[in-house]
């Protein structure tokens, strides 16, 4: 009789303990799925590419030196890689603010020269890790919202350029693009080669 009794009793705490481990609900499941996906999509680092075969290079630079120095060693890489690249200084006269090629009659001189984009490259910082800024941004607002600085400060290691391409007054493509190992001027255009240069080639002219 007893060992009867500890049979029974033994197939019921099996009973139970198969209860407290039963498979998850499919909506457990579901939940943990979607935790997991989100999470793996958060790790990722998106990446965006643009197409480019056109554009008027802008420099946003603190001096006319450096501005100078940008939009044409910018324009001439982008030529290099078979894009139709003009400087703005080529359409402003010297002196000229950049915020009048937001306006209509300057857009259609650049529209009779077979150019719809617009590139604006800019300094978005020194020594840091930086976003992208004011991506909603239209053209007009880019071009109001500039923040202006020298194309090397001293003791800086690194500087993060902006790039911000504008068709039909609205932003289709922003990046920064970071240079280390800087130490002078001439440092900061030959990392901006390389590193630029690198996106050009790789999703800058690309289908």
Known sequence: MKAFIFSALIVLSGW???QETATPTAETATTETAKKSKKKKKNKKEKTSIYLQN???IGQ???PEDRY???ITLTEMLSQKGVKAIPSLNVLKLGSDARILATDSI???IAAKGVDTYCIVSIRG???NYNVSNIADDFETALNQASFFDLYREDAVSITFQFKFFRNNECVHAEVVKCG???SRESVLKRFRKKVGKR???SWTKA
């Open 16 to 18: 139970t303990i198969a």
């Open 55 to 57: 554009t008027l290079v």
């Open 126 to 128: 020194f020594d840091r």
């Open 61 to 63: 630079m603190d001096t």
């Open 69 to 71: 120095s940008m939009e």
């Open 107 to 109: 857009q259609k001189l």
């Open 181 to 183: 190992n800087i130490g």
């Open 200 to 202: 050009i080639k790789k």
